[in-house]
């Protein structure tokens, strides 16, 4: 069993910072790419950011440069360092991770239970 749990999201206003994180636990033999979703109200979820194994990463054009992914592989943590918070960046963030467990001949992705982010005035 794998358990990915994030935490961080809340309330922030508009120009503010906030830093999502996610951890995966349990019998884990390797993970090779983890990320970011979110999904607004009344939308489709979007990919907001990966980065895989070897440090590699990617960014919705929507968050360029304003929100930066990284990785702890030690901990099987991911993090989400969101600056210059925007209105529109409210949404339900999910993590989600590629990985193979403990004897598993194929990989396969996990996901969080979601955290909310709310940039309000």
């Known amino acids: 069993q794998v358990q990915l749990v994030e935490s961080g999201g809340g309330l922030v206003q508009p120009g503010g910072s906030l830093r999502l994180s996610c951890a995966a636990s349990g019998s884990i033999f390797t993970i090779n790419r983890m990320g970011w979703y979110r999904q607004a109200p009344g939308k489709q979820r979007e990919l907001v950011a990966f980065?895989?194994?070897?440090?590699?990463?990617n960014y919705a054009d929507s968050v360029q440069g304003r929100f930066t992914i990284s990785r702890d592989n030690a901990k099987n943590t991911v993090f989400l360092q969101m600056s210059s918070l925007k209105f529109e960046d409210t949404a339900v963030y999910y993590c989600?991770?590629?990985?193979?467990?403990?004897?598993?001949?194929?990989?396969?992705?996990?996901w969080g239970q979601g955290t909310q982010v709310t940039v309000s005035s």
């Open positions: 980065i895989t194994g070897s440090g590699n990463t």
């Open positions: 989600y991770a590629v990985l193979k467990t403990t004897g598993a001949t194929a990989s396969y992705t996990d």
